[in-house]
Structures are given as C-alpha cells and as structure tokens.
C-alpha cells in the first residue's frame, strides 16, 4: 500500500508570512499544497486567486494542487496552469464537469473531481476512467476550521470499492476538518491522501502533526 500523502490546505496559513508558513510545512514533510480558490459565487466565501498562486509557486517545489470552488472555471484552467497548478480540482456539482474534466487534460495537468457532503457519492462514478484523483469533502466547502462530518467515512469507503470494482488505480482525498484524531479513521476507510489546514499550520511542530496524520 502507498503512504498516505498529506496536503496542507493554505486556507490556514498566515497570509502576513506565507513564505515563511509554507517553508516550516514543506520542511515537516507535507507531501503537497491544497490551494482553495473560491469565487463567491460556487461557495460562500471568496479566498485568493492567480496572483496568490504565483506567488506560492515562487516559494516551493510542492506539488500545487489546486481547487476550483468557481462557478465558470473553465476560463481559468489555462491561467491557473500559468501561474503554476500541477493538478486542478473540480466539483462534481458543476452544471459542465465533462467539458472542464476535458479542457483540464487538453491543459495537461492532473485532474481532481471532487463532491460536497450533500451530493451522493456515486456522482463521481460516471467519470473515474478520466480522473487522476477523486476528492470526498467532509465539511461543506467555503470556510476552513469547520467539524468533520463522519459520515464522509462511508462515501470514501463506497468510493475506493467502486475503484477497486473497476480495477482502476485513482488515489481517493478526503478535505475537511482532518486532524490526528480522526486521521486513523480517515486511513482505515481507504483515503490515500489527506487534506488538513489548521491542524497543520496552526502547530508548533507541523512535523510531528504531518507524521501523525500519515500513521
């Protein structure tokens, strides 16, 4: 089995020295940076875009995995390749996910298909033979800091037997209130990579909280 991966999510980060955040998690062993971008529009909440992104590329080899809560990105996958995603994630949700999914692999980047707690898991089933990664949320997206919800447990679970059914190799994610303490869990339902923001860059050792994430 793969060792799980860990993302610092950069929603958590403290933008006033975000060189600085980012340095002590690449150097605890974080395994890539989840980028949430948001639109205001898709989710509640509007965080940073293609300058931000930039900047970060700038600052780190990191793979840059990047998430779409925009209500159009499909104007925005060329841009975000430029400034610097190695992978984009979408949302299952969207009213045109194939011809984004499309425009994403015609970009050649890595491509992410994510669902919200409210969407049923077998939203993704029609697209997992064009994805490099599927994406469980476990809070509703916009707002870091929130409570995990366990049920996001079953779909991961319903989601890697789907895979596995169909003997495909698409590494599942899970985002959204991770941390320590429902790591474990998180690993025993079959996540392979595991999305934190507070947990990470709120620690005084992000070191020791990326390890114990990986288990």
Known sequence: MNATRIGPSLLAA???????????????????????????HFVPNISFGLPVVAAVRQTTRLELNTHLMLQDPLPFIGPFKEAGSDSLVVHVELESV??????????????????????????????????????????????????????????????????ER????????????VQPGNAAACRRAGAQCLVAGSAVFSAQDPARVIADLRG
């Open 14 to 40: 403290d933008f006033a020295h975000l060189a600085d955040d980012i340095e002590r998690v690449e150097r605890g062993g974080a395994d890539f940076l989840h980028l949430d971008v948001m639109d205001g």
């Open 98 to 163: 194939q011809a984004v999914l499309d425009a994403i692999r015609q970009h050649g980047l890595q491509c992410g298909l994510a669902v919200n707690p409210s969407t049923p898991v077998s939203a993704l089933y029609p697209y997992l033979d064009e994805l490099n990664s599927a994406l469980v949320m476990s809070v509703e997206p916009g707002f870091g800091g929130q409570a995990f919800q366990p049920a996001a447990l079953d779909k991961i679970r319903d989601l890697c037997a789907e895979i």
């Open 166 to 177: 169909r003997g495909l190799d698409i590494p599942v994610g899970i985002d959204g209130g």
